[in-house]
């Protein structure tokens, strides 16, 4: 998964879902602190990083410390 090409800002579908590659600088109202990739239900290889697979952009990898506004927190 490791190997999967990143999403891109630009991408139609990371556009429409407000995906940043650094949840920090999300200024999306409906972003949470602490609210990351690699927390979310979404994120299907939880200890994946720096990039890992979602869901939600099949054949690409997403960056464990991003966001967007799909963000489902993992249940334990
Ligand atoms: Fe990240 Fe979850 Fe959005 Fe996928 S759905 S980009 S893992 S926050």
């Known amino acids: 998964a490791a190997d999967l090409p990143h999403v891109a800002e630009s991408d139609p579908t990371a556009k429409a879902l407000d995906y940043v590659e650094d949840a920090s600088t999300s200024k999306n109202p409906k972003h949470k602190a602490g609210d990351v990739c690699a927390n979310c239900q979404f994120y299907t290889d939880a200890g994946a990083k720096p990039y890992g697979p979602c869901q ?16 489902t927190t993992r249940k334990a």
Request: aromatic residues 12%; glycine residues 12%; hydrophobic residues 40%.
């Open 56 to 71: 939600l952009f099949p054949g690409k990898s997403v960056n464990a410390k991003g966001w967007c506004v799909s963000h």
